[in-house]
T-cell receptor, first 114, second 115 residues
Framework: DTAVSQTPKYLVTQMGNDKSIKCEQN?????MYWYKQDSKKFLKIMFS???????INETVPNRFSPKSPDKAHLNLHINSLELGDSAVYFC?????????????FGPGTRLTVT | AQSVAQPEDQVNVAEGNPLTVKCTYS??????LFWYVQYPNRGLQFLLK??????LVKGSYGFEAEFNKSQTSFHLKKPSALVSDSALYFC?????????????FGTGTRLQVTL
């Protein structure tokens, strides 16, 4: 059973398109996250949601819009894709927002913008 | 602001030898420290964490880490490396800052274990 799943695994699209990445966790966790990992493997948080409420919104262009229909899902919609958006996007979850709980990561979605 | 430094891009070690992957941190309050591992084309997997208590923390796959407050370090160790340990290792820190604190990752260290 996959704890944190993401779809699609690979996404190739052209500049200017709009795309979505879906994330689901079956761990019963309250908190979910989106991270971006660039080509140098640097990992940076983008968003955090707790019980469907936005908690952390790093300096991410407003072309990126997360949506949490329920606490088990956190989707990422990206408008007007740019070349610089090419990266691997990881979804993660943790039991609660509290600092001491580790995060569980999905397998990642490799986005390539051409 | 909190930060984590992993000074080595890559660590090479022969199978059977001990390994150390270095990490130093900077936070304003008490740190919560984590190690994650990323195998090729996979998501990050949790290895171990330090929250409080004993400075030597044991984790998955025989890994352990030593918290050293005076040196602000949290080095990852394993007594005997395996080829299957070859992966990308990330240190991460979270400030004891309440409910909205975020996890900050280091730049990662690639561990290469050879026969």
């Amino acid at each position: 059973d996959t704890a944190v799943s993401q779809t699609p695994k690979y996404l190739v699209t052209q500049m200017g398109n709009d795309k979505s990445i879906k994330c689901e966790q079956n761990l019963g966790h309250d908190t979910m996250y989106w991270y971006k990992q660039d080509s140098k493997k640097f990992l940076k948080i983008m968003f955090s949601y707790n019980n469907k409420e936005l908690i952390i919104n790093e300096t991410v262009p407003n072309r990126f819009s997360p949506k949490s229909p329920d606490k088990a899902h956190l989707n990422l919609h990206i408008n007007s894709l740019e070349l610089g958006d090419s990266a691997v996007y990881f979804c993660a979850s943790s039991r609660t927002l509290l600092d001491r709980f580790q995060q569980y990561f999905g397998p990642g979605t490799r986005l390539t913008v051409t | 602001a909190q930060s984590v430094a992993q000074p080595e891009d890559q660590v090479n070690v022969a199978e059977g030898n001990p390994l150390t992957v270095k990490c130093t941190y900077s936070v304003s309050g008490n740190p919560y420290l984590f190690w994650y591992v990323q195998y090729p084309n996979r998501g990050l997997q949790f290895l171990l964490k330090y929250i409080t208590g004993d400075n030597l923390v044991k984790g998955s796959y025989g890994f352990e880490a030593e918290f050293n407050k005076s040196q602000t370090s949290f080095h990852l160790k394993k007594p005997s490396a395996l080829v299957s340990d070859s992966a990308l290792y990330f240190c991460a820190v979270r400030d004891e800052g309440g409910t909205a604190s975020k996890l900050t990752f280091g730049t990662g260290t690639r561990l290469q274990v050879t026969l």
